[in-house]
């Protein structure tokens, strides 16, 4: 698949695209299954769900029972996701690269917003962005177009920057939302291999690309 590598707007995801936090989120989502009697998941287990929000996912695991395990579940990230939280190898090279190249990005993901704000900002990765929007602060979570249309709509662009956009993820929910969105989507990190899309082992292989 080709692309083109002078996108008039990149639209990121964070968590498995520019950040590494899968042993923190399995690790929570664990801690959750614990307290409500549920066996923990191995890590191919977790990843089998993790391209689903958690609001969405919970009630359809836990039933009733999904506003208490969504509990413990953001009582162990709000304690924890600061002290794993790294970026992945060339990441910030990469967003420094397309800084510099004038190219708008905005950051859009099914992390709890309140906890996606403070990550960036831990990171002072903000400065980066034109808009972030995570979880739960659009009417509809990935894979639905909705908080990328609200990231468009912070960062005082309209649907037309998505003529020649980018979407970079990890997961098929990012493919997903890249197909409602009708943009070309870069799968990074080796994640996955759709066929229909880009997929790259490392966040290096498109330093390369781009600065051809």
């Known amino acids: 698949m080709t692309f083109n590598t002078k996108p008039s707007l990149i639209i990121f995801d964070w968590d498995g ?3 590494s936090t899968l042993g923190l989120l399995h690790d929570a989502h664990n801690h959750a299954r614990k307290k409500l009697g549920h066996t923990p998941w191995t890590l191919d ?10 609001l969405k996912l919970y ?15 953001y009582k162990y990230v709000e304690e924890n996701h600061l002290t794993g939280l790294a970026p992945l190898d ?8 397309l800084s510099s190249r004038k190219i708008p990005m905005v950051l859009v993901s099914n992390k709890k917003h309140r906890y996606l704000i403070k990550e960036v900002a831990a990171l002072g990765w903000e400065k980066y962005f ?9 009417a509809n979570d990935k894979p639905d177009p909705d908080p990328v249309y609200m990231a468009l709509e912070q960062a005082n662009l309209g649907k037309e ?18 197909k409602a969105l009708g943009v070309d989507c870069i799968l990074t990190a080796g994640a996955l291999d759709c066929g229909e899309v880009a997929a790259y082992e490392n ?3 498109l330093l390369d690309i781009f600065n051809e």
């Open 17 to 19: 695209t520019l950040v």
């Open 203 to 205: 966040i290096a292989a």
């Open 59 to 73: 009630p359809e695991l836990y039933g009733e029972r999904a506003e208490e395990g969504l509990d413990h579940l």
């Open 90 to 97: 060339n990441a910030l090279n990469f967003v420094e690269m």
């Open 161 to 178: 920057a998505l003529a020649n956009a980018l979407y970079f993820g990890d997961t098929t929910t990012d493919v997903e939302c890249a």
């Open 45 to 54: 287990e977790y990843k089998s769900y993790m391209h689903n929000s958690s």
């Open 130 to 138: 034109l808009s972030i929007v995570g979880a739960g602060e659009a």
